[in-house]
């Protein structure tokens, strides 16, 4: 025994005595293999050819770079792959200690797997991997999550993995606002992106912001989203002053628009956002040849919690909406499902356009919710929560909603076939 602890100490000599004549890189990567935190696939451009990677370091890893290949070529990855260099920034948070690293790969082949790594150009993560989109999709399915701000972030996280799980086909997810309680408070992130991490880096995911993400630990006090906006990297073509916030893209034959409803929260810093994203929103929806049109925001139109009303973000959205002939629009906010027959305006009419409440992902519910003439749905998940899972079609769009346990809680169809009436605009 006396012999083993001897040849011990003299091991950790020889390997305490190497470190201390390499270079201080090397160095580290013998002793500390890079650690990646909240790896989180994204878009940013075309969904076909392109994927964007982010990820967090503890700010002793100031440099971030991706290593990539083909899956096809693993065997051979070092060989094979390219590395391209991320673009490395402070969490804005204080105390956090945190490097933000993001990266757009560009250049992909459609519908092929990618390996990459993560690192510093001396050490590397383990492999991770992701798959582009089809060049020619017929039909795609794809998840949405009410709410998932909480206390606690594991009935987030169990919610999210039971869904991928139960559809890992599934193109994309989204997280229609509020996804965490406390915007500006980057420990309840911490806790959002441990639950969902083993999601996420492997399924892109595209949120959108809501009123929770303005709040910060003081009472009252709001700030813009800067801990989203810093966390997820989403596409730069929405108006001036709200890239990251409001945006849009495409997926085989449906045009997504992703706005930002937070006029209460926001105005103060951007006091015309709701005019902004107006005229930007007439325009996409006109440039789009898209066969189907999807439209998220945080603040439904048609809200069905008691004392709740959002009047000046249907007001600014609703008539682009029926002038556009949106087929669905999905909301959050009210933390129950609902879904409103198709309406143009306030009207029911067949051609019209149907919104959606998407329930709630997280702990939070609502016990007061009422659903009100114009809704055709309506359920209060307050004993556990749910997600959706939309398929695109060719011919028509079809939507499920699922609890936490499994039970289907609604399931309807929109056919492609509209009808023609012609819609004022």
């Known amino acids: 025994m006396a012999g083993y602890r001897i040849r011990n100490s003299i091991l950790i000599f020889l390997l305490t005595a190497v470190l201390a004549v390499l270079p201080v890189p090397l160095a580290r990567a013998v002793a500390d293999a890079y650690t990646a935190q909240h790896v989180t696939l994204t878009w940013t451009d075309k969904v076909t050819v392109t994927q964007t990677i982010t990820w967090k370091t503890e700010s002793s890893w100031p440099v971030g770079k991706i290593m990539y290949a083909e899956k096809a070529d693993s065997n051979v990855f070092a060989a094979k792959a390219t590395v391209v260099t991320a673009v490395s920034r402070p969490l804005p948070a204080d105390g956090s200690g945190l490097v933000v690293h993001a990266a757009a790969l560009t250049g992909l082949k459609p519908d092929t797997t990618y390996m990459y790594r993560l690192g510093d150009g001396d050490s590397w993560s383990r492999p991770y991997w992701f798959t582009t989109a089809p060049a020619n999709t017929a039909a795609f399915r794809f998840l949405v999550f009410g709410d998932s701000q909480s206390d606690r972030y594991e009935n987030w996280g169990r919610l999210v993995k039971q869904a991928y799980q139960a559809n890992p086909q599934a193109a994309f997810l989204t997280v229609v606002g509020d996804l965490v309680d406390v915007g500006a408070d980057y420990s309840q992130w911490r806790e959002w992106?441990?639950?969902?991490?083993?999601?996420?880096?492997?399924?892109?995911?595209?949120?959108?912001?809501?009123?929770?993400?303005?709040?910060?630990?003081?009472?009252?006090?709001?700030?813009?989203?800067?801990?989203?906006?810093?966390?997820?990297?989403?596409?730069?073509?929405?108006?001036?002053?709200?890239?990251?916030?409001?945006?849009?893209f495409d997926y085989g034959d449906a045009h997504f628009v992703i706005l930002d409803s937070q006029e209460r929260e926001e105005a103060r810093f951007i006091p015309d956002m709701l005019a902004r994203q107006q005229a930007w929103?007439?325009?996409?929806?006109?440039?789009?040849?898209?066969?189907?049109?999807?439209?998220?925001?945080?603040?439904?139109?048609?809200?069905?919690?008691?004392?709740?009303?959002?009047?000046?973000?249907?007001?600014?959205?609703?008539?682009?909406?029926?002038?556009?002939?949106?087929?669905v629009v999905i909301s959050g906010h009210d933390h129950v499902y609902a879904r409103t027959y198709p309406l143009t305006g306030d009207k029911i009419t067949a051609g019209g356009t149907i919104y959606i409440t998407a329930g709630r992902s997280g702990a939070k519910a609502y016990q007061y919710v009422t659903p009100n003439e114009l809704h055709e749905f309506f359920y209060n998940p307050f004993e556990e929560p749910n997600y959706l899972v939309v398929e695109v079609g060719q011919d028509k769009l079809s939507v499920k909603t699922v609890s936490q346990s499994g039970q289907q809680i609604d399931s309807w169809q929109r056919p492609q076939e509209r009808t023609q009436e012609k819609i004022a605009s």
């Open 193 to 248: 992106f441990d639950a969902a991490e083993a999601v996420i880096s492997n399924v892109t995911i595209m949120p959108l912001t809501g009123n929770h993400e303005t709040y910060t630990p003081v009472w009252g006090e709001r700030t813009m989203p800067v801990l989203f906006t810093a966390q997820f990297k989403l596409p730069a073509n929405g108006p001036d002053g709200l890239q990251g916030l409001v945006y849009s």
């Open 281 to 327: 929103l007439d325009a996409d929806l006109a440039a789009t040849a898209k066969r189907w049109k999807i439209v998220l925001l945080h603040k439904t139109p048609y809200p069905v919690k008691s004392g709740r009303s959002n009047e000046s973000v249907k007001a600014a959205f609703v008539p682009l909406f029926d002038k556009h002939r949106v087929d």
